[in-house]
């Protein structure tokens, strides 16, 4: 058991050829959406690297760094495909090297994941695929392959030249060239490349033994391969304990090990709130045996601790890291001090990382911390002129609020009118799976404690009780409140529960045909948590009745939980097929009604109340009367709450209203807009 990190092997240094990593935790690379379309690396996106690098990261690696800037990977793509890069990239690995770590770029080529087609350029692959975006790939020439061989040695020597650390090799996922010629899902050619393992790792090696003959020997090569891809006809863990010796002896110097696909299994790449930590560990402590370098192991590593005991036992050499760097780019240096009560974790929401707040404009973001793109912009500014500030709700954004304004030397009291912190993060969190978000409010509230937040619970503001308080400035943070549908017909009429009465569990539904109204994120978790509380079969419940629940939701929308990134809405989905909630979808609900039959149990008689759902299919306009439903829930959102703002500028110097209070949406609006309001405080 570790009892002081600052002994733990973790923070121990490691030699990978000539470079020294000062300690054994990298940061994974990551798409950021920041790059520049010339394959430079722009200030705000080397600036999230140099800020990681200056909370104690051993080293960082810059995503998708490609040999052909021809075949571009996303709409930015950083490249080392031409020499007259070489001088701004080595401006760059010196601002992290001067940060206390070091640089390896992830050198790619996009292969089937390029999104050239939208120049009229056909992607490349080991075979034809279709990407991401619907385009088709062709199948790449063998003369063509030896080009993309050399294109790798050459932005090598590049990196080398540039001053940095090493360079990592993307070979995982089924994806991006080297991967999907690896992987049996994407390579069907029948030549020398295809065919058998050797033959589909044949790119891989020849690629490693280039890079290796265009570099110093001393110059680190990190392989990233997936252990197992987790899916029938992919790659299992076999493949990789034959492989790995082979990509040692070719020249690499450290693998690190990642799991999954990107397309037919992304849950298992990015791993959600509902997956367990580790997933990956197993796959690299099994490789880790067959080869005699060092074997990294990514794949949600979301708690510093663990990682340090999995290195401790031996099962890996070093962990990776990317959204707990995201959530808090301090963490090494703070886990080494033993301060892990001030680490601001990672939720594994997989929400703004990866679900970008505006389609059109794709940048990462986080929703714990809103620093994520504009590192240096905030400076830490004490305030000379502290006031008296009230906050209303002691929501997410309440307390980022709090908590950012008390850090400022600002008197902060929060009104909350329940009896606990977490306002509409504690109807999020109940779902299975998503425990994990509670991470968030616990660590809001230790630092609310640490800065001298003053908390009155069970305490209503009111016009009256604001004006006695007499703050100088008021923080509306209220939250959102169900929208009631009164347009659809019966509603209002008939008897129903929302989405928040099930969730908060005001109302638990053990058993009966449930219609859910609405098919989004938090109407498909409401379903979720009804299919937990049932109990089938319980010897306490009599003929058996408690927990045979039926659950049908209607959506509007062409498919189930609109806008929920990949990963959750997978998981998500596969619980509720595998429960068998009936789903429609591309149907609009025109009618409830209420009706009364009489049912015989045990001898006696009883009136029981049923309801009926009449829906639209929006696709031919045909209609479907849903029949005999015991339960009808309204799970079509929130509409904003803020009902004193107004009335308090009358007499308050300054109101600010933030998060669902200005428009029903996430908690990282909350949060991020309640950051802002108490740093300009």
């Not at 020439?141 to 090799?169: M, S």
């Not at 060239?177 to 033959?199: H, Q, T, V, W």
């Not at 009335?647 to 991020?672: C, N, R, T, W």
């Amino acid at each position: 058991m570790i009892t002081d990190m600052k002994n733990a092997k973790l923070f121990s240094p490691l030699q990978l050829g000539r470079t020294t990593l000062k300690n054994r935790i990298a940061m994974a690379p990551m798409s950021m959406h920041y790059e520049a379309t010339d394959g430079t690396v722009p200030k705000q996106l080397a600036d999230i690297f140099v800020r990681r690098a200056e909370g104690g990261v051993g080293y960082v690696v810059i995503d998708a760094v490609t040999v052909d800037h021809k075949y571009w990977y996303i709409g930015k793509t950083t490249a080392l495909d031409k020499d007259s890069l070489v001088p701004q990239f080595a401006a760059f690995a010196k601002r992290v090297s001067d940060a206390g770590s070091t640089l390896f770029p992830q050198i790619i080529h996009p292969g089937p994941e390029s999104i050239c087609a939208l120049k009229g350029i056909k992607p490349l692959g080991p075979s034809v695929n279709t990407n991401a975006n619907g385009h088709v790939c062709r199948e790449i020439t063998i003369d063509e392959i030896h080009k993309v061989v050399k294109q790798y040695g050459q932005a090598a020597r590049r990196a080398e030249e540039a001053g940095c650390g090493g360079i990592a090799l993307h070979t995982a996922h089924a994806y991006m060239l080297p991967g999907a010629f690896l992987s049996p899902l994407r390579n069907k050619r029948m030549d020398e490349y295809g065919g058998c393992i050797d033959n589909r790792a044949r790119l891989i090696l020849e690629n490693i033994e280039e890079c290796r003959r265009c570099v110093s020997r001393d110059f680190p090569i990190v392989l990233r391969v997936a252990g197992d891809e987790r899916i029938a006809g992919g790659n299992s863990l076999e493949e990789m304990l034959y492989l790995a010796p082979k990509f040692e002896a070719a020249g690499v110097d450290m693998l690190e090990v990642s799991g999954g696909v990107q397309y037919e299994g992304l849950q298992n790449i990015l791993r959600s709130h509902s997956q367990k930590i580790g997933k990956n560990v197993y796959e690299a402590s099994e490789i880790k045996k067959v080869v005699n370098i060092p074997v990294f192991v990514v794949g949600k590593i979301n708690d510093i601790r663990y990682a340090a005991d999995i290195v401790e036992r031996g099962l890996v050499d070093g962990v990776t890291l990317g959204r707990p760097l995201l959530a808090d780019p301090d963490l090494p240096k703070k886990a080494y001090e033993n301060r892990f009560d001030d680490i601001t974790p990672c939720g594994s929401c997989a929400g703004r990382c990866i679900t970008p707040e505006n389609p059109m404009h794709p940048v990462c973001k986080c929703h714990i911390n809103p620093l994520v793109g504009r590192e240096y912009d905030f400076p830490f500014n004490p305030t000379d002129k502290p006031k008296k500030l009230l906050v209303i709700g002691a929501g997410p954004g309440g307390m980022y609020t709090a908590v950012t304004a008390a850090a400022r030397g600002h008197d902060v009291t929060v009104w909350e009118k329940s009896n606990r912190i977490g306002g509409q993060l504690n109807l999020a969190v109940v779902s299975p799976g998503k425990q994990e978000m509670t991470k968030w409010l616990v660590h809001l509230n230790y630092r609310a404690k640490k800065a001298g937040v003053k908390f009155e619970f069970k305490k209503e503001a009111t016009v009256e009780n604001v004006k006695e308080f007499a703050p100088d400035a008021v923080v509306c943070a209220t939250g959102a409140t169900p929208f009631i549908p009164t347009f659809i017909k019966g509603v209002g009429e008939c008897k129903t529960v929302t989405t928040h009465d099930v969730l908060s569990r005001k109302v638990t539904i053990p058993n009966g045909r449930v219609c859910i109204l609405g098919g989004g994120e938090v109407a498909c978790e409401t379903a979720e948590m009804i299919f937990a509380d049932a109990r089938p079969h319980s010897i306490y419940s009599p003929n058996f009745r408690n927990g045979d629940v039926d659950i049908t939701l209607v959506e509007m929308m062409p498919q189930m939980m609109t806008g929920v990134c990949q990963p959750n809405r997978s998981v998500a989905m596969e619980a509720l097929r595998h429960h068998g909630a009936k789903m429609f979808v591309n149907s609009k609900v025109m009618e409830i009604n209420e009706y009364t039959i009489q049912m015989n149990a045990g001898g006696k008689v009883n009136d029981v109340v049923k309801h009926d759902v009449k829906i639209q299919h929006l696709e031919d306009g045909s209609e479907e009367r849903l029949k005999n439903f015991d339960y009808i829930v309204l799970g079509l959102g929130s509409r904003k709450y803020d009902p004193l703002s107004e009335e308090l500028k009358a007499f308050v110097p300054e109101v600010y209203v933030i998060g669902d209070a200005v428009k029903p949406g996430q908690s990282s609006d909350a949060m991020h807009q309640g950051f802002e309001v108490a740093y300009n405080l």
